[in-house]
């Protein structure tokens, strides 16, 4: 789904702090969206330092950083990070470059998936929605 010439693709979740979240087996695979990515600009830097912490949905536990943003990463799902994408490390231009694959930034095992993906969005109207308003949001940001 694209929306306001941002990439939504169909098969993930959402949140309204611009994360997504992908169901891999027994997992929970987490990034940034493309409209986040976009409005950070050049990722910089990201904490990778998390592996083994507990985390709960809608909190946030690590942070990215842009030239012109720091920004926190919140927790799409309640449980513990089980591995983290080290590449990041040296490379996170990669969350510019592919926010939907090789940008991903955590694996977390969730402590109670099915309550925690029903607080999400998946693409549709309110997805929509809620991201024309962002949009808009940043548009009117820029203008001041």
Do not use: C
Not at 93 to 117: A, R, V
């Amino acid at each position: 789904m694209e929306i306001e010439g941002y990439s939504f693709p169909d098969d993930l979740y959402y949140d309204k702090n611009h994360f997504w979240a992908r169901v891999e087996g027994d997992l929970v695979v987490m990034g940034a969206t493309d409209f986040s990515q976009k409005l950070a600009g050049e990722i910089t830097y990201v904490d990778v330092d998390q592996e083994g912490q507990a985390v709960e949905q809608g909190k946030p536990f690590a942070s990215i950083e842009s030239g012109k943003w720091v920004g926190r990463v919140y927790a799409m799902v309640s449980g513990e990070v089980v591995a983290v994408n080290s590449d990041l490390e040296d490379e996170p231009e990669k969350i510019n470059q592919d926010p939907y694959g090789e940008g991903w930034l955590f694996k977390i095992e969730p402590s109670g998936l099915e309550d925690d993906l029903a607080n999400l969005m998946k693409p549709g109207a309110d997805l929509e929605a809620f991201v024309r308003v962002e949009a808009a949001r940043v548009q009117d940001m820029v203008k001041k």
